[in-house]
């Protein structure tokens, strides 16, 4: 099974310890150079590890519940613009990348290459953009509101 993952087991196992001895804030950015032995391997092959060595329990919270909560209102705004706005693939596609790139991250490092981020941003940027386009209450504090002109007094 580890050949066939191209030993990412290893690798998972072998960072336990690492994450067990500093769980809450983790080692810092690039901990995985300095927990695995130099043999060009450069990450964890995996999100939930990468970041739980880097930023520990505190972090990994942190970043994995803003995907989640963008996640869950994003599929929310889905629901309710499918039939006010059936035109705006905006939306389904910055979820579809949200998406698979999560799941792809549990085997790869989305978290950790600038291209696969990237990604991801653009993902974020579309649902979030959606958001505010069709300004639902879920994205009302990014609502910019106008204000009104400044009245001038004379004596």
Same mark, same amino acid.
Do not use: E, N, Q
């Given at each position: 099974m580890d050949q066939l993952s191209s030993s990412r087991l290893t690798i998972w196992t072998h960072l336990l310890p690492f994450i067990a001895e500093r769980p809450w804030f983790g080692w810092g950015g690039e901990a995985f150079q300095h927990a695995w032995p130099t043999n060009g391997i450069i990450q964890a092959h995996n999100g939930v590890f990468q970041l739980m060595l880097e930023w520990g329990a505190v972090?990994?919270? *942190?970043?994995?519940g /803003?995907?989640?909560?963008?996640? +869950?209102? #994003?599929?929310?705004l889905y629901r309710s613009a499918a039939s006010t706005q059936p035109d705006d693939s905006a939306l389904p596609l910055g979820m579809? *990348?949200?998406?698979? /790139?999560?799941?792809?991250?549990? +085997?790869? #490092?989305?978290?950790?290459?600038?291209?696969?981020?990237?990604?991801?941003?653009?993902?974020?940027?579309?649902?979030g953009a959606s958001g505010v386009r069709h300004l639902t209450p879920i994205f009302a504090p990014f609502r910019k509101v106008p204000s009104a002109p400044a009245r001038v007094s004379r004596p």
């Open positions: 972090g990994t919270s *942190l970043i994995l /803003l995907l989640g909560w963008i996640a +869950v209102k #994003g599929a929310l579809a *990348l949200v998406t698979a /790139l999560c799941v792809m991250s549990l +085997v790869d #490092g989305v978290f950790y290459h600038g291209t696969p981020m990237a990604f991801l941003m653009l993902g974020v940027g579309m649902v």
